[in-house]
């Protein structure tokens, strides 16, 4: 088993399901000790149970990322299991899709809770413990859609723009205390809700052909490929990265490329 992590502390949101899953899994192979911070606590639990039998150490913590006390509550309990955290991975997020001129206010917010300030909230209260540590690693989850969109993705490409520029913010800040902030940005990958979208065309067929049809690779990613890429980024190997705009796409934004 490598050691990449070893014996580093890792909280990861989103931790139920798809990537952020596969981050866990990933990482606890890599040696560190992850908590699962996630809405879904049923699917928390399964994948700590999962990795647990496989004699690593993981903690599921309900937590809704966008309520302050959830956050500070979910950092407090990592805290006391394992003393701090080391790196923070911001995954848990939605893809919202609405016409601009319909959407609600209420849509609005919940949009730019979710993709957004839940990640802000998370950095809130890890990065006291890094500044003390002087050391940290946080990725950020953003997309694709950062730099590249496509119709009816309003205001997910806002979300996801908005995740980009507070990784940069939050880099050039947070640097002096050696604290590496990185945005990561997957392009389409084989998770549930890409099925889903699928599933929900009226020719689910034609439109993931459609799509292997703007990607280089002619194959969307797995959620063990962007984890592959996370583990890099947080450890040690990639000392030298931060405030990073990654792409990892298969090379779909070469297609678009001005």
């Given at each position: 088993?490598?050691?990449?992590?070893?014996?580093?502390?890792?909280?990861?949101?989103?931790?139920?399901?798809?990537?952020?899953?596969?981050?866990?899994?990933?990482?606890?192979?890599?040696?560190?000790?992850?908590?699962?911070?996630?809405?879904?606590?049923?699917?928390?639990?399964?994948?700590?149970?999962?990795?647990?039998?496989?004699?690593?150490?993981?903690?599921?913590?309900?937590?809704?990322?966008?309520?302050?006390?959830?956050?500070?509550?979910?950092?407090?309990?990592?805290?006391?299991?394992?003393?701090?955290?080391?790196?923070?991975?911001?995954?848990?997020?939605?893809?919202?899709?609405?016409?601009?001129?319909?959407?609600?206010?209420?849509?609005?917010?919940?949009?730019?809770?979710?993709?957004?300030?839940?990640?802000?909230?998370?950095?809130?209260?890890?990065?006291?413990?890094?500044?003390?540590?002087?050391?940290?690693?946080?990725?950020?989850?953003?997309?694709?859609?950062?730099?590249?969109?496509?119709?009816?993705?309003?205001?997910?490409?806002?979300?996801?723009?908005?995740?980009?520029?507070?990784?940069?913010?939050?880099?050039?800040?947070?640097?002096?205390?050696?604290?590496?902030?990185?945005?990561?940005?997957?392009?389409?990958?084989?998770?549930?809700?890409?099925?889903?979208?699928?599933?929900?065309?009226?020719?689910?067929?034609?439109?993931?052909?459609?799509?292997?049809?703007?990607?280089p690779l002619r194959r969307i990613g797995t959620p063990e490929e962007i984890a592959n890429f996370v583990a890099f980024v947080a450890s040690e190997e990639a000392s030298f990265i931060t405030g990073a705009e990654l792409v990892i796409d298969g090379g779909m934004s070469i297609m678009f490329a001005h």
């Amino acid at each position: 088993m490598s050691a990449r992590l070893e014996n580093k502390v890792a909280l990861i949101t989103g931790a139920g399901r798809g990537i952020g899953r596969a981050i866990a899994h990933k990482m606890a192979h890599e040696g560190a000790l992850v908590a699962l911070a996630e809405i879904d606590f049923e699917s928390a639990q399964s994948v700590a149970e999962e990795l647990l039998k496989q004699d690593f150490q993981a903690l599921a913590i309900q937590t809704d990322i966008t309520r302050e006390a959830d956050v500070q509550t979910a950092v407090s309990r990592v805290m006391e299991r394992f003393g701090r955290v080391d790196i923070l991975v911001n995954n848990a997020g939605k893809n919202f899709n609405y016409d601009a001129t319909t959407m609600s206010e209420a849509d609005w917010d919940n949009a730019m809770n979710v993709d957004v300030k839940g990640a802000w909230l998370c950095c809130k209260y890890i990065l006291p413990s890094m500044i003390n540590a002087k050391a940290g690693s946080i990725i950020n989850i953003a997309s694709v859609h950062a730099r590249i969109t496509a119709p009816k993705h309003f205001p997910y490409a806002a979300a996801k723009s908005a995740i980009v520029g507070l990784t940069r913010n939050l880099a050039l800040d947070y640097a002096p205390y050696n604290i590496r902030v990185n945005a990561i940005c997957p392009g389409w990958v084989r998770t549930a809700m890409v099925q889903g979208w699928f599933d929900q065309q009226a020719d689910p067929k034609a439109a993931e052909e459609r799509v292997l049809s703007f990607q280089p690779l002619r194959r969307i990613g797995t959620p063990e490929e962007i984890a592959n890429f996370v583990a890099f980024v947080a450890s040690e190997e990639a000392s030298f990265i931060t405030g990073a705009e990654l792409v990892i796409d298969g090379g779909m934004s070469i297609m678009f490329a001005h």
